[in-house]
């Protein structure tokens, strides 16, 4: 005889196979939203003096007030009460630059409230509902996607058909675009009228080459996958951009110091990697070239090289000359400074500025805290190499967005298997229904 008290259970089980399969659903959606926001929106936003209102930034808390409605989204416990500490300190610089300016620069209350904004995305991140396995391979398809469309950007170029800036393709979209705030439309050389890819999406060729610089961590440091490195390879010659380089040279350089009992796989591949890129040089150097000799840039007033890398050091020097530089000159002070150099910017040089030493302290507590795992260190290291010498800044919204997605929300395939062999023991108490506390 068949009992009926077992057909309560299995209707229990199929409710639960059927939310699990919702939840599995959801997080791919939501990683494929959250992905076209801060990669394929980068160029969409508003322009409000000197700075910009990435549209992406609605986007995403729209996003996660939705994930919060179905259950794949929490708030961080630690991370809250660390931002609250960023948010008083900013606060009394502010006060205190309205109070008493520093020589005359003057402060700006939007910038304050969009770096606080713009950062708070950190204080979101997924339940035990998420489905962390479905952020990285969603990410590699987008950085491909724009692989992929860097090489038929140029292949287009020399058709006679030049699509590196959505105004210029469609000018109505002028008005709901920050392109004029970037170098979207970058040449290869100074004179020339051949353009570097940007794969459509991303703001700037260098914006590009990071993004693929990126991907190679992934691709290989996480999933151990060389099959794709050629068209990474390919596609970041033709950004003719340094900076993505540069980013994969301090996180190899770096991670030895942070992680040395795991750094031998990485040293290893990055010496494969330095023979090979050297071995093609030698071999046929003239991809490279434009590369290479954009090292000269250093030494124009006018290149992004020169910007990015050596006018910051008149402002520090400026910087540390002053008595403002423990608690700042207020907020928007770095680009009112009479020794800001125009596209110097960096994070660290705007907390100083802008917040002092003080909460440059509290802000990189906060950031450290929500993105550092000891599992994703490596990761968490090449987003910190991109946040500081890839031109971004305080309230750079796709970058933080793509940042929290990658440190935040996703799941090493390393944890995911270690999770599989658990026993079934640990596994049911995992599954029960009691809040977590991160």
């Known amino acids: 005889m068949v009992s009926l008290d077992t057909f309560p259970a299995r209707s229990s089980s199929n409710k639960r196979a059927t939310a699990a399969s919702s939840d599995e659903s959801n997080s791919v959606i939501f990683a494929h939203i959250a992905f076209i926001l801060c990669i394929c929106m980068q160029r969409f936003g508003l322009l409000v003096g000197t700075g910009q209102i990435f549209f992406s930034l609605f986007g995403f808390f729209a996003l996660v007030a939705w994930g919060r409605w179905?259950?794949?989204?929490?708030?961080?416990?630690?991370?809250?009460?660390?931002?609250?500490?960023?948010?008083?300190?900013f606060l009394v610089s502010a006060v205190a630059a309205a109070e008493s300016p520093d020589r005359?620069?003057?402060?700006?209350?939007?910038?304050?409230?969009?770096?606080?904004?713009?950062?708070?995305?950190f204080l979101f991140g997924p339940s035990t509902r998420f489905s962390n396995e479905a952020v990285l391979p969603t990410f590699l398809f987008y950085v491909r996607l724009c692989a992929v469309l860097a090489i038929v950007q140029i292949v287009f170029q020399f058709g006679g058909i030049r699509i590196f800036s959505f105004k210029d393709a469609i000018p109505a979209l002028d008005p709901i675009l920050v392109e004029s705030a970037y170098n979207q439309n970058a040449v290869e050389f100074y004179g020339s009228?051949?353009?570097?890819?940007?794969?459509?999406?991303?703001?700037?060729?260098?914006?590009?080459?990071?993004?693929?610089?990126?991907g190679v961590?992934?691709?290989?440091?996480?999933?151990?996958?060389?099959?794709?490195?050629?068209?990474?390879?390919?596609?970041?010659?033709?950004?003719?951009?340094?900076?993505?380089?540069?980013?994969?040279?301090?996180?190899?350089?770096?991670?030895?110091?942070?992680?040395?009992?795991?750094?031998?796989?990485v040293i290893a591949i990055g010496v494969i990697a330095v023979l090979m890129i050297g071995t093609a040089y030698l071999v046929a150097p003239e991809p490279f070239d434009p590369i290479v000799n954009r090292l000269d840039e250093f030494g124009s007033t006018k290149s992004s090289g020169y910007?990015?890398?050596?006018?910051?050091?008149?402002t520090w020097n400026y910087l540390f000359q002053t008595d403002r530089v423990l608690i700042g000159s207020g907020p928007g002070g770095l680009e009112r400074s009479p020794a800001y150099f125009g596209g110097s910017g960096n994070p660290v040089l705007k907390l100083v500025a802008d917040y002092g030493i003080i909460g440059l302290i509290l802000f990189l507590f906060y950031l450290l805290l929500s993105i550092f795992r000891k599992d994703n260190s490596m990761l968490a290291l090449t987003m910190l190499a991109c946040y500081?010498?890839?031109?971004?800044?305080?309230?750079?919204?796709?970058?933080?967005i793509m940042m929290a997605m990658?440190?935040?929300?996703?799941?090493?395939?390393?944890?995911?298997?270690?999770?599989i062999h658990r026993p079934d023991s640990v596994q049911r108490m995992q599954s029960s229904p009691a809040p977590i506390i991160e």
Request: charged share 10%.
């Open 104 to 121: 005359g620069v003057e402060t700006s209350p939007a910038s304050l409230a969009m770096v606080l904004v713009t950062n708070s995305i």
């Open 217 to 265: 961590i992934v691709d290989v440091f996480l999933l151990r996958r060389f099959s794709y490195l050629p068209l990474y390879a390919i596609s970041y010659v033709l950004t003719r951009s340094g900076s993505g380089l540069l980013v994969l040279a301090v996180s190899l350089g770096v991670y030895p110091l942070i992680a040395p009992l795991k750094s031998l796989r």
């Open 193 to 214: 009228l051949n353009r570097r890819a940007n794969g459509f999406f991303p703001m700037e060729p260098g914006a590009l080459s990071q993004l693929l610089a990126i």
């Open 70 to 89: 179905v259950g794949l989204v929490r708030l961080r416990g630690p991370q809250t009460l660390a931002f609250g500490l960023v948010v008083i300190w």
């Open 388 to 400: 500081q010498l890839g031109g971004g800044n305080l309230a750079m919204a796709p970058f933080l």
């Open 406 to 419: 990658l440190c935040v929300w996703s799941q090493p395939p390393g944890a995911r298997l270690r999770s």
């Open 307 to 314: 910007a990015r890398y050596v006018a910051q050091l008149q």
